[in-house]
């Protein structure tokens, strides 16, 4: 399979990196794991004059917990190393359990959580969960650094609020009050498939209370979406099957899915109703799973 | 970064060297050429074998310092200075490894075209996990499609080798002519 000619480069530090990525802009794509940005180049949809490889970027691949801030993890630890981590294991599994979800064992071994979130697709099935657990992101450039909420930086279809120029550094997971979360994929295999719908969420629970819950849709919009209606409808509320049966309809009521060869609208408006309920009543009663 | 050589098209390529299979590669490879390639191609290690090259089937794994990639997804310029396992290196001193002996065992092979790619992601998890449940292996090689579909007697075979069943006589047997 044919790969175009490009120019390599892979800069020491960050700094670097930014240097470069300010003098080339959009002639350059960032390579991370490599498993979207070589998959879109042999398929002759991507075709930079630039390759600008983060491989040597040591500092952008721990997961570690800062006091007072939450739990940073890099925008080059790849799915199987969120997988594997004891330490989000231990403080929300939801996250470990969805990379575990995401494709093969080889996909995980090489694709990074930075890829999976810059690549902007509403498919991508680590933002749904951090969007549900609050996260937001650091984009750096040589201009200096910006945070955002994850939930704010998709604007379409595979569309992004990400300048050329910039590289995501890393992704934070702030304290919280939320006592389980989880995400529920749905894909026509097992394995190795794209979610036709999935359902992420985060909820806290006080004495058979739903304080707050945040629903966040795959596949279900243009862009991962929040189902704003189903969460404000929750809140506050005695918790039962009845009212988490309502939210179901109502965030399949708000999403705005599209035909396609993986689902019909019907379908995943259908999907979405169920997998709502069902993440809800998993998070409520499980905790971070 | 891997010293650059520009030729007088200006045409760079990166001098690498990779570790594979125990011994040291320096190569010169151009910044687009795909391990899997530079493997079969420069190496002469043709066992990793090519079939979708878009990382969804499988038979191009090997292992990065020890964990199943899909080798037609890495650029060789990035494995530079990195630890590679094909196939070929599974197998020692004339001896089949466990897992191949007992896919012989079990009829685990039918066109052979997944084998390696098979064994490769079996032998890691092996490494990791010397006795997983069935639904370990299946999902160990969840990343390796056999489209003769014998995954029975692939999960059987991983599984036995798990357990040590493969008996000496069983070894003398399949070894390599």
């Given at each position: 399979m044919n790969m175009p000619d490009f120019e390599y480069h892979a800069p020491e530090t960050l700094m670097e990196a930014c240097a470069l990525m300010a003098e080339l802009g959009k002639n350059a794509a960032v390579l991370a794991g490599g498993t979207d940005v070589l998959h879109k180049m042999k398929l002759g949809k991507l075709a930079p004059a630039h390759i600008l490889s983060l491989?040597?970027?040591?500092?952008?691949r721990d997961i570690r917990h800062e006091s007072g801030r939450g739990i940073v993890i890099g925008a080059l630890v790849r799915h199987n190393e969120i997988y594997n981590s004891p330490l989000l294991q231990e403080r929300f599994l939801s996250l470990p359990m969805a990379a575990h979800t995401m494709a093969s064992n080889q996909i995980c071994n090489l694709g990074t959580l930075g890829g999976n979130i810059v690549?902007?697709?509403?498919?991508?099935?680590?933002p749904p969960i951090l969007i549900a657990l609050n996260s937001s992101i650091r984009l750096v450039s040589a201009r200096g650094e910006r945070s955002m909420a994850l939930e704010d930086f998709f604007c379409g279809a595979a569309q992004t609020r990400i300048i050329p120029e910039e590289i995501l550094a890393d992704i934070t997971i702030p304290e919280q009050f939320t006592t389980g979360s989880t995400y529920i994929k749905f894909g026509l295999r097992r394995s190795g498939a794209l979610a036709v719908a999935g359902v992420a969420v985060s909820v806290e629970v006080e004495k058979n209370i739903l304080r707050a819950a945040r629903i966040v849709l795959a596949s279900a919009a243009p862009t991962v979406m929040r189902a704003r209606d189903a969460e404000n409808f929750l809140c506050g509320k005695k918790i039962s099957d009845e009212l988490l049966a309502q939210a179901g309809a109502m965030a399949a009521a708000e999403s705005r899915p599209r035909d396609s060869i993986r689902g019909s609208v019907e379908y995943r408006r259908n999907l979405v109703e169920v997998l709502t309920k069902r993440a809800l009543r998993k998070a409520i009663d499980k905790g971070h799973v | 970064m891997a010293q650059i050589i520009t030729d007088s098209n200006g045409v760079k390529r990166y001098l690498i060297t990779i570790f594979v299979n125990g011994d040291s590669h320096t190569l010169l490879v151009k910044g687009n050429a795909i391990l899997t390639n530079v493997l079969r191609d420069d190496l002469n290690l043709t066992g990793t074998k090519k079939g979708c090259e878009l990382g969804d089937c499988g038979s191009c794994t090997v292992l990065l310092d020890g964990k199943p990639v899909d080798s037609c997804m890495v650029l060789a310029v990035e494995a530079d200075g990195r630890e590679i396992t094909t196939?070929?290196?599974?197998?020692?001193n004339g001896r089949l490894d466990e897992i191949q002996q007992s896919m012989l065992n079990h009829a685990a092979?039918?066109?052979?075209?997944?084998t390696p790619g098979m064994v490769l992601s079996a032998k890691a998890l092996l490494t990791r996990n010397p006795h997983p449940s069935e639904r370990e292996v299946r999902e160990a090689i969840a990343g390796n499609l056999c489209r003769c579909t014998g995954y029975v007697h692939i999960v059987e075979a991983v599984l036995a080798a798990s357990r040590g069943e493969i008996t000496p006589a069983d070894h003398e047997e399949g070894e390599p002519q």
């Open positions: 491989k040597r970027l040591n500092s952008l690549n902007g697709v509403p498919s991508a099935d680590l | 196939i070929e290196g599974v197998a020692a092979v039918q066109c052979g075209y997944c």
